[in-house]
């Protein structure tokens, strides 16, 4: 097994450990979202800069648009809510645009291969309408964050294709957060049956991410052999 594949199950496991430890200790009872979101409320511009910045900087390497998408209406109001996931949702396209196109871009731009060059003088000529169409349907995907930037594409389009192309699906998110958020009002989490619940949150985490290592290394075998010549 290589190095890659311990490290992803020595963090499975920590998470594992965390969740059965806070299971075991009773550490859901301490929790009070309320008071949580009182005391965000309360730092006013603040909490929501912090908001801001935590969901520009933390989506691109990998934590999930959703969880903060579907917090904000937790805590905002509607209007609020929806205003604060449009700028992070911005923010987090412009922050991996810009560390892609420092880091990155004159490497890959020397070692592109055809078909993407023409692609790429398309997000050239074209680019708002291109990235429009690309925030329409691929949203903040990671990877077509990272591709515009070391594209070609000017700072201007893509920004503004980014602002229009991600407004739709941040407004249904933020619908669905609210819906949320009065469920979560009339059955408060501090009435949540954690004692029979808990046990079932280790045993799917623990499942889930055995089928996930398992489904990477059947790929990782299948593309391997391949690569070699040995496969179909």
């Known amino acids: 097994m290589d190095r890659g594949s311990l490290l992803k199950i020595a963090l499975v496991a920590v998470v594992v450990s965390l969740i059965a430890w806070f ?8 929790v009070d ?9 309360n730092a006013g511009a603040w909490g929501g800069l912090l908001f801001v910045v935590a969901y520009s900087c933390l989506q691109p390497f990998g934590v999930n648009g959703l969880f903060f998408l579907l917090s904000a209406p937790l805590i905002w109001s509607p209007t609020d809510a929806f205003v604060l996931n449009w700028v992070g949702t911005v923010g987090t396209g ?10 990155a871009r004159d490497w890959v731009q020397k070692r592109l291969p055809g078909r993407v060059r023409r692609f790429d003088d398309r997000l050239y000529s074209r680019g708002f309408m291109t990235v429009l169409l690309l925030r329409l349907v691929f949203y903040t995907t990671p990877t077509v964050q990272y591709a515009l930037g070391v594209s070609r594409v000017q700072i201007g389009p893509f920004i503004l294709g980014t602002i229009l192309g991600v407004a739709p699906f941040t407004l249904l ?21 954690w004692d029979q619940i808990g046990p079932l949150l280790v045993v799917t985490a623990v499942v889930i991410a055995a089928i996930g290592i398992l489904i990477v290394r059947k790929w990782r075998s299948r593309a391997v052999d391949v690569s070699s010549g040995t496969g179909p």
């Open 94 to 103: 412009v922050f991996s645009f810009a560390v892609a196109r420092f880091i």
């Open 33 to 41: 979202p309320e008071a949580m979101r009182a005391w965000i409320r």
């Open 23 to 30: 299971y075991a200790t009773e550490g859901y009872e301490e």
């Open 173 to 193: 998110t933020t619908l669905l957060g609210i819906r949320v958020s009065v469920w979560l009002e009339a059955h408060p989490v501090s009435g949540w049956p």
